[in-house]
Every structure is written in structure tokens, then in C-alpha cells.
């Protein structure tokens, strides 16, 4: 009867565990040097709003990544045509490196280099943002609107590493995570009264110069879609069902 049990509980954990997941796009920026975002290649349905692009200087190597420098502007790309209204959404931004030559402007954080990352929709964003800090470093710092910044970690550019947001969209929450080479470390889920997202952005802020590069190895966005529940409590019943009949028998 053990036997039983333990294989019922097991088939439990695989049902409510399983889920579905649609890698919407990936930019992978192996492309010939010198394309912009709105040029480079990617899997998925996609593409760069030609018309609100203004991203200035951010262009392949030819080796694997998009180098972001001098100059400032934003890419929006429009998530509509996928019509997402539940699961989670995930985007995930693998930096390869960089290097912040220039002296830090003296105008304070407003003056900063910046680079975001974002998910816009009725409500406000989510975004995930490196903030230039002394001695060549990024702060990893997270915002929604309505609070304020919240730093997560501080990088050095020796480091590569992996920036999450995920966007909860039946539960309307939202968590920041990030890798930076061992395990993924999650913020826990908090609420947000984002909804109906519309738009994934990526821009950059403060006074960005000839001297100062960033590395961007990969930008992917992931749709999951947990397993539809009255499968689950179908599945659910009939192990239930097993494992009942299997014990009167004894």
C-alpha cells in the first residue's frame, strides 16, 4: 500500500507542478557588426516599433552581443499582438560586460548612466535598472510605479549576469530576480495595479559618452502558462480514487 501511496503522491506533484511555457522571443545579437535593435535578428512574432525607436548607438559587435554607448533614446516593442491576458511573463537580460570609463557626472543620480528594462501596461511599468556606481560597478535596482527604487545587488564588470522580471498576470504581481553566476535569487511576489500589458521597453538615461559600454548577450521573452485547473482536479480525483479503493482492499 506504501508503494501506492507514494506513486499517487507523485503523480500529485507532477500535475500540479506542470506548466507551459512559450518562449515568445530571443535576441541573441548574432548578427553581422554594426545592427541596430531594430535590425537584428530574432525568434518570434515581434518586431521593434520602428516609430517610437530612438535608441542611439546600440549596435552588434559580430561577436554575440548589442553594445550599447554614447547617447540616449528608448526601443518600445509591442507585446499586443500576442494577446496575454493570464499566466506569467517573463523577460530575461543576460549583460556580458561592460566598461564605465567615463568619470561619474557630476549632476547627482539624475545625471547617472542608466539602462532599463520595463513592462508597460495600464497602471504604470515594472522596470529593472543598472545605475552607474564608483569604481567601474552597477547597482541592480528595481522600481514600480507609485514606490521607489529598491536596490538588489551591486555588480562589478568582471561579472556576468542574468536580470529577471516576471509579471504575474492573474495575480497581478510581480517579482525582480537576478543570477550572477551561482543560484537565481528571487524578491518575493508583491502586488502591483499594473495590468493589460501593451508594451516591453528598453532605454537608457543620464550622460552617456564615447567611453562608457555595455554588453547585452541576450534579451529573451517568455510566456508560461500554468495547466488548466479542472485537468488538474480531474487527475487530482482520480489518484485519489486509486489510492482509497487500493487501502479498503486491505
Not at 546600440?58 to 491576458?85: E, K
Not at 557630476?106 to 548612466?113: D, I, L, N, S
Not at 528571487?186 to 532605454?203: E, K, L, Q, R
Amino acid at each position: 500500500m506504501k508503494k501506492i501511496i507514494v506513486s499517487s503522491m507523485f503523480g500529485l506533484m507532477c500535475v500540479t507542478q506542470f506548466a507551459v511555457a512559450d518562449f515568445i522571443q530571443k535576441w541573441t545579437f548574432d548578427d553581422p557588426a554594426g545592427s541596430s535593435l531594430l535590425d537584428a535578428a530574432s525568434s518570434g512574432p515581434l518586431s521593434v516599433n520602428g516609430a517610437n525607436f530612438t535608441l542611439t548607438n546600440a549596435a552588434t559587435d559580430g561577436a554575440g552581443n548589442l553594445i550599447v554607448s554614447n547617447g540616449l533614446g528608448a526601443a518600445n516593442i509591442s507585446l499586443a499582438s500576442q494577446s496575454i491576458t493570464s499566466g506569467i511573463l517573463s523577460l530575461e537580460v543576460k549583460i556580458s560586460g561592460w566598461d564605465m570609463a567615463s568619470a561619474i557626472p557630476a549632476g547627482g543620480g539624475t545625471t547617472r548612466e542608466k539602462f532599463n528594462f520595463m513592462f508597460q501596461g495600464s497602471g504604470g511599468t515594472v522596470n529593472f535598472q543598472l545605475f552607474r556606481m564608483p569604481d567601474n560597478k552597477f547597482d541592480l535596482r528595481s522600481f514600480m510605479t507609485g514606490g521607489s527604487y529598491t536596490v538588489k545587488t551591486t555588480v562589478s564588470n568582471s561579472v556576468e549576469f542574468t536580470m529577471i522580471v516576471e509579471f504575474n498576470i492573474d495575480d497581478g504581481e510581480w517579482r525582480i530576480g537576478y543570477n550572477t553566476g551561482a543560484d537565481t535569487v528571487y524578491d518575493a511576489w508583491a502586488t502591483t495595479p499594473m495590468a493589460n500589458i501593451g508594451t516591453f521597453i528598453i532605454s537608457k538615461e543620464g550622460e552617456w559618452n564615447d567611453d562608457d559600454i555595455l554588453k547585452i548577450d541576450e534579451i529573451t521573452l517568455t510566456h508560461t502558462i500554468p495547466e488548466a485547473s479542472s485537468i488538474q482536479l480531474i487527475l487530482i480525483s482520480c489518484c485519489a480514487a486509486v489510492v482509497i479503493r487500493k487501502y479498503r482492499k486491505k
